[in-house]
């Protein structure tokens, strides 16, 4: 008997769906010559999956800058924002095409980033998606729980019923807090393994009951 289809799916953004980490690591920095302060790859991978504000607090701390928070985001997403001009950066292998795939099977799906609405609508736009959330539509951010149980409140569906697609560990947790099931495609920085976590190499080449397999002992 094939394994169930999820309740709906929901999809990290950057590292997930689109190749963004580049330009968000790119924009930090831009920020450190701006400043004048020192930052290495190593400090940035510490930001993936972040809530904007939180990771503009730490950059505040870290260059002792007289920016605030918000004035960092707002840096940060300029400079996405221009790396974005003409389109969004490079589809993540399979990406697309399974989130089509779930499309075609009936399967709702949101958008579930700490990227800003202003960043995350157009991609969103391009995408066969029933809800986006965004981390400027949230109180608290991933690895908090809130992004994912908002996006699960809006498909009017349960937690428990979801799979989320996550590329780090901040996002993983979040939704595995949330209750989800969690399809993790590491990109940039690692993710943990946990019971209702399945780690792949890369979505190229899933499909909607290829992935439900994977998950097809926690139905047992």
Known sequence: MPAALPSAVLWDLDGTLVDTEPLWIAAEHELAAEVGGTWTTE??????GSNLIVAGEILQRHFATSMTPVEI????????GRGLTGGAAPWRPGARE???AYADAGVPQA???MSYAVL???IAASLPLAA???GDR???????PEPYLTAAR????QPAACLAVEDSETGATSATEAGCQVLAVPHMVGVAAHPRRRVVTTLEGLTPASVSTLFADLDA
């Open 120 to 122: 995350a609508d157009p």
């Open 73 to 80: 985001v707002d840096f940060l997403l300029t400079r996405v």
């Open 138 to 144: 949230v109180t608290r951010g991933k690895p908090h």
């Open 43 to 48: 400090d940035a991978l510490q930001l993936v």
């Open 98 to 100: 399974l989130v089509l």
């Open 132 to 134: 986006v959330v965004t």
């Open 111 to 113: 958008l579930v980033t």
């Open 154 to 157: 809006m498909l009017d569906v």
